[in-house]
């Protein structure tokens, strides 16, 4: 198959033979990722980095991943720092930005500007987050990290746990996963559920999907328990704030003798306790790895498309 | 005694009658195709009864025939319309709107945080994604807008 996407903008755009392709391609990225193989595929290729909205983690995954191909970057890391503060629109910007490198990777806080981007200028763009929309780089890495660390997809029981209602990771994670032939759980708080819509397509494409606010209740079942965090600034109330965090915290007594893994998009604050962090279980910080050979596959792929 | 239907609405000469538009909805119509302008006048009939829509707005446009593009627009809000081109008092072509896949410039993206909500240079562009229930997505924050966030677009200002 031919992998033809211009863009990396919202998983939407991907089918699941685009995903198959690409979680193919990092398997071979994989070694040169861990430094065991070099590579120079983008050697003299630059890619464009502005991060108006930090995020060191996805910046640096990318940076790694350009440089580990033989490619260099070039860009800023805040907004405060570039000319935004001045004035100057992301219209003129991005254009700029692009008569300087290959491919761009754009991060901001406003929804739709990532494909904005792509429509005012003519080298590849790649989506790293916009505001409350897509993050499709993210979704790439959490499938390939299930299929790395459980050796599949299909088949797989996955519970995504915490604020299932706002976290536009777990959103577009549901719906990728969708592509498979996968069980999903949603635990998560009465007030943070998966938006109806979202639940209302996943049946409508055959999905079997269990809603539960009991977390307990889909340990000894599953395969996958993502994780992630419930937002003080969702509750008015502190007390109340307190018991719902409380009641989706993961620690290591909790998963004994439970066979599954936990993983979590990080930056976590505490709602996986350390003690899980050096268990069989814990399994957020190889998937945190997986974004560099997942974003490499992404940028061989969109440059080298983009020169044809 | 029996009201002549003339004196409903009064025909014109040269120009275009949107008729069957879904009741009391004749004032967005006008709003989306920027109309009454300098060089058409506009006669509205609101709520008439009707054998097939129970009621309906009419439209008449004196002096600019409407090319099928723009009146496109207008099934939105009034899917139901028919479009009667006017010469000389005669009807000398019909049609009925049809909702198009895309809808570019038209509406405001109901996100407040969407790029199309910027003073960023960017033209607002939906794809129809359903028609019974009207649905849109923004193209580019992949918002869905129904018909009730429509409504109160073209209730506003
Ligand atoms: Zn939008």
């Known amino acids: ?18 995903i198959e392709y690409i979680l193919r391609l990092s398997e071979k990225m994989e070694p040169i990722a861990r430094s065991k193989k070099r590579s120079n595929v983008l050697s003299g290729k630059i890619l464009g980095m502005l991060f108006y909205e930090p995020s060191t983690r996805t910046r640096l995954s990318f940076e790694a991943a350009m440089k580990r191909l033989g490619g260099s970057t070039i860009g800023f890391a ?21 008569e300087y490198s290959d491919a761009i990777v754009i991060r ?91 639940v209302h397509d996943l049946n409508k494409v055959g999905v079997s999907v269990n809603e539960t606010n009991d977390i307990h209740s889909v340990l000894e079942d599953t395969d996958v328990l993502y994780v992630t965090r419930i937002q003080k600034e969702r509750f008015p109330d502190p007390e109340e704030y307190a018991k719902i965090k409380g009641a989706y915290m993961i620690d290591k007594a909790l998963l004994e003798d439970s066979d599954l893994i936990v993983m979590h998009p990080l930056p976590r604050v505490d709602e996986i306790s350390y003690d899980v962090d050096n268990t069989k279980y814990g399994k957020y910080f190889e998937q945190a790895f997986y974004g560099v050979p997942v974003r490499m596959a992404l940028l061989k792929s969109i440059i080298e498309s983009y020169e044809k | ?46 709520n008439v009864k009707s ?60 996100n407040p945080n969407c790029i199309t909500n910027t003073n960023e240079p960017v033209i607002s562009k939906f794809h129809v994604i359903d028609t019974e229930p009207l649905m ?22």
Request: aromatic fraction near 4%; hydrophobic fraction near 40%; proline fraction near 4%.
């Open chain 1, 1 to 18: 198959m031919v992998f033809d996407q211009k863009n990396i903008i919202s998983i939407s755009d991907f089918s699941k033979d685009d």
């Open chain 1, 78 to 98: 805040e907004a405060n720092v570039s000319s935004a503060t001045k004035g100057e629109n992301l219209t003129d910007t991005v254009k700029i930005v692009a």
């Open chain 1, 108 to 198: 901001h806080n406003m929804e739709g500007t990532a494909r904005f981007a792509s429509s005012v200028v003519d080298v590849p763009v790649i989506n790293a987050g916009d505001g409350a929309g897509q993050h499709p780089t993210q979704t790439l890495l959490d499938l390939y990290s299930m299929k790395r660390l459980l050796g599949r997809i299909d088949d797989l029981h996955v519970a995504l746990i915490g604020d299932l209602k706002y976290g536009r990771t777990v959103h577009s994670l549901a719906y990728a996963l969708a592509m498979f032939d996968v069980k999903m759980s949603f635990v998560s708080p009465p007030e943070l559920e998966m938006p109806r819509g979202i």
């Open chain 2, 1 to 46: 005694m029996k009201t002549p239907r003339e004196l409903k609405v009064k025909p014109i000469r040269n120009g275009t009658v949107i008729d069957h538009i879904t009741a009391n909805k004749a004032l967005h119509v006008l709003k989306i195709l920027g109309l009454p302008s300098k060089e058409a006048a506009v006669t509205i009939a609101m």
């Open chain 2, 51 to 110: 054998a097939h829509i129970g009621a309906k707005d009419i439209v008449k446009i004196e002096g600019r025939e409407l090319q099928s593009r723009e009146v496109d627009k207008i099934a939105l809000i009034a899917p139901n319309a028919t479009i009667n081109i006017v010469r000389e008092y005669e009807i000398v072509g019909k049609g009925k709107v049809k909702l198009l896949n895309n809808v570019n410039g038209l509406l405001i993206c109901p």
């Open chain 2, 136 to 157: 849109l997505r923004c193209y580019y924050c992949e918002r869905i807008m129904n018909n009730k966030d429509m409504e109160t677009q073209f209730k506003q200002n």
